[in-house]
């Protein structure tokens, strides 16, 4: 979702809270900063978000690489994936996750399922109009070791 600043005041609280503190960069920079990375990010191609199959796998194999080689030895990484529904099938990007950990050298340690409080809303709507189509009822956060 694009984030929208009506006024060089919003922005300047957005980047005060957000970034300069936990950065370390200077305001102005901080603001040059977030309107240059937000500049259309959600329609762009290099939003990861916006591939599908094996070259979102692919590029989210290269993420956990580098997350694996910033990270010490022994040090956490924890991540929250739902699956999703494409093509009326579920689509296991729990599975796919852990297993794309562990090829970048992560061990899952962890794993904690919890129940979505209820559907959304576009959710609600796709059930209805396939009712035989399997239900997306959870998430899960999956706790990684760096090995």
């Known amino acids: ?20 503190f936990k950065h370390g960069r200077s305001l102005e920079a901080t603001k040059r900063f977030i309107r240059k990375s937000w500049q259309g990010y959600p329609e762009s191609v290099d939003n990861i978000g916006n591939l599908k199959g094996a070259t979102y796998l692919s590029e989210m194999l290269k993420v956990y ?21 494409r093509d009326k099938a579920v ?18 340690l ?14 609600i709507l796709y059930s209805r109009k396939h009712p035989d189509v399997e239900k997306v009822t959870h998430e899960d956060v999956l706790v990684f070791e760096r090995g």
Not at 8 to 14: A, H, P, S
Not at 94 to 107: M, N, P, V, Y
Request: charged share 40%; proline share 3%; glycine share 2%.
């Open 1 to 20: 979702m694009k984030k929208e600043f009506k006024t060089d005041e919003d922005l300047e609280k957005f980047a005060k809270e957000q970034y300069v």
């Open 65 to 85: 690489r580098e997350c694996h080689a910033v990270l010490r030895p022994s040090g956490r990484m924890i991540l929250v994936t739902k699956n999703f529904i």
């Open 91 to 108: 689509v296991r990007l729990d599975s796919d996750t852990i297993k794309l950990c562990e090829a970048a050298g992560f061990r899952l």
């Open 110 to 123: 962890e794993r904690h399922r919890f129940k979505l409080p209820q559907e959304s809303f576009w959710r």
